[in-house]
């Protein structure tokens, strides 16, 4: 299968054209060992986080934040994803997958369950070249 480089339809060998979007197949060389996949970023907070634990002590903070992180960081690596980083109330994380089904679901699945704080989560996928120098 030949992937299209522009909007990632999969499309038969012996296209010269992709079949969705045009997009000239020829030209795509795929460096070896590298492979195109739909990479999701998640980013997710609490609201007003900030203001609650400004005048708050260190260990009521941590206490705070440490159920959060363990539940935010158990449902982005159930649908297969990685925690990238923590920053106080901030949790990044990623995937790359081939298709973009089960990355996606661990956003609204967050949400759920952390339903008892006000949580901000924004989420994009798009299409991305991946090494294997760069997998985890």
């Known amino acids: 299968m030949a992937i299209c480089p522009t909007c990632g339809e999969d499309n038969p060998e012996r296209a010269k054209f992709c079949l969705a979007c045009a997009t000239a197949l020829t030209q795509i060389s795929v460096p070896q060992g590298e492979e195109r996949k739909i ?20 260990e009521d903070v941590r206490a705070m934040l440490r159920p959060y992180h363990t539940t935010l960081k158990r449902e982005i690596e159930r649908y297969g994803g990685v925690v990238e980083k923590f920053i106080g109330d901030a949790v990044m994380g990623y995937s790359a997958r081939r298709l973009r089904t089960r990355t996606t679901r661990s956003g609204p699945s967050a949400r759920h369950s952390v339903s008892s704080k006000p949580l901000r989560i924004s989420m994009r996928s798009n299409p991305a070249w991946t090494s294997p120098f760069a997998r985890r």
């Open 39 to 58: 990479v999701s970023v998640l980013f997710a907070d609490l609201v007003g986080f900030t203001a609650r634990s400004e005048a708050a002590d260190p």
